[in-house]
């Protein structure tokens, strides 16, 4: 019979019955949740570095004001309204209605986890994404605001991405869409969400010579603290001690470095100099392009997928600075939005590990439906 009583199994089709758990996978995913939840602070120091000095307060603070909110704001609707039983393809139902239903039983998409691991390891990963969004808005939010904020787009917008793409029947997962790490789920939506928050809130009252960043060892600081969590983060997504979680791992080194590589060439081209924050915010775009396909897609092409989302990054934030598009503060859009798009494209490309073909490899279908989830969190 089933029970619903916190913390205990339950019979629902979402979660599997059978013992057996892995305590390495287990282990595993604790630690690599650990290091996903250290991203949102490092975040908070990056942001901090770059913003002006009077600042930089409001930026630590948001960010660790928003991982509490949202910390809540899971565990009481977020979690099964991605993993809950799936309501029309759409949007999970309410029987993980406040961490009910969890306890020792796992889901199909970490068979071999205790399902309480997979919901703190997707509650890190859900907490990062708003607080990604608050750069765009930089010293215009309030506190107060990035946390209503950020409860309410998690609900509105993240949970039903992450259902459509995540949950194993999901029509987004249905069609054939992959995303390792969060390509889609959490840079596309983080990305294109900053746009919308920058358009409407308007832009600073400042000059640009005012925004020089204040402080480049907390930009350099949270740069290093969030390529080392991203070692979690897209290794993690494994779920399991396995080859795919070792080729991510390689794949997410690798990428960065490359983004790292190709940004300082571009500063050298156009700058005459290489500038600290420039290779900061480049491996943090390696990073972010190679979230998609970091379990699927062979290593010789992390280089190309670092290498040409930095250079994608690099020009769409000279574009939007020149012709003033809008006031993206820390440049979300053009880190996350842009790289988290470029990998997706380069997931369907690329992809050859993990029983998964992209066009290179011969499988239309699949970069097809990479196409379709980029169309569709784009919109």
């Given at each position: ?30 630690v ?37 909110a ?38 199909k ?30 010293e215009?939010?309030?506190t ?21 793409v995540w ?6 997962e ?25 358009l ?16 480049i ?21 494994a779920f ?7 080729l ?16 300082a060439?571009l ?17 943090v ?27 994608l ?31 997706v494209f380069?997931?369907?490309l ?10 290179l ?6 970069f ?12």
């Amino acid at each position: 019979s089933t029970q619903s009583t916190w913390g205990m199994n339950s019979s629902d089709a979402t979660l599997i019955t059978s013992p057996e758990i892995s305590a390495v996978d287990t282990l595993w995913v604790i630690v690599s949740a650990a290091l996903v939840m250290l991203m949102t602070p490092s975040l908070g120091f990056f942001y901090a570095g770059l913003v002006r000095q009077k600042n930089i307060l409001t930026m630590l603070i948001q960010c660790y004001a928003i991982f509490a909110a949202i910390s809540i704001v899971w565990s009481l609707i977020g979690f099964t309204l991605c993993y809950g039983t799936s309501i029309s393809h759409i949007i999970g139902g309410l029987d993980q209605f406040g961490i009910a239903n969890i306890g020792t039983a796992h889901f199909k998409e970490a068979e071999t986890v205790y399902g309480l691991a997979f919901f703190f390891f997707q509650l890190c990963a859900c907490a990062i994404t708003p607080a990604l969004i608050i750069g765009a808005s930089a010293e215009r939010l309030t506190t107060l605001a990035s946390i209503i904020f950020s409860s309410v787009w998690v609900i509105l917008v993240y949970c039903p991405i992450c259902h459509w793409v995540w949950k194993i029947g999901g029509w987004l997962e249905q069609v054939g869409a992959k995303d390792f790490g969060g390509g889609m789920v959490v840079h596309m939506s983080a990305g294109y969400a900053a746009i919308a928050l920058a358009l409407v809130i308007g832009k600073r009252n400042t000059t640009s010579g005012e925004m020089t960043p204040h402080n480049i060892t907390y930009v350099v600081l949270g740069a290093a603290l969030l390529w080392f969590g991203w070692f979690g983060y897209n290794g993690g997504s494994a779920f399991a001690v396995n080859w795919q979680a070792i080729l991510a791992i390689a794949n997410t080194n690798l990428s960065a470095s490359a983004a790292g590589l190709s940004w300082a060439i571009l500063e050298y081209i156009f700058k005459k100099r290489i500038t600290v924050s420039g290779i900061a915010t480049a491996t943090v775009c390696g990073l972010i392009a190679m979230t998609p396909g970091s379990g699927f897609c062979p290593t010789w092409s992390a280089f190309i997928i670092g290498f040409v989302g930095a250079i994608l990054s690099f020009f769409f934030i000279k574009m939007r600075e020149h012709f003033h598009l809008f006031d993206d503060a820390l440049d979300v859009a053009g880190c996350h939005g842009v790289c988290g798009t470029w990998g997706v494209f380069a997931t369907g490309l690329f992809a050859n590990e993990g029983g998964v073909k992209g066009l290179l490899a011969g499988d239309m279908n699949f970069f097809l439906s990479e196409l379709c989830g980029i169309a569709t969190v784009a919109i």
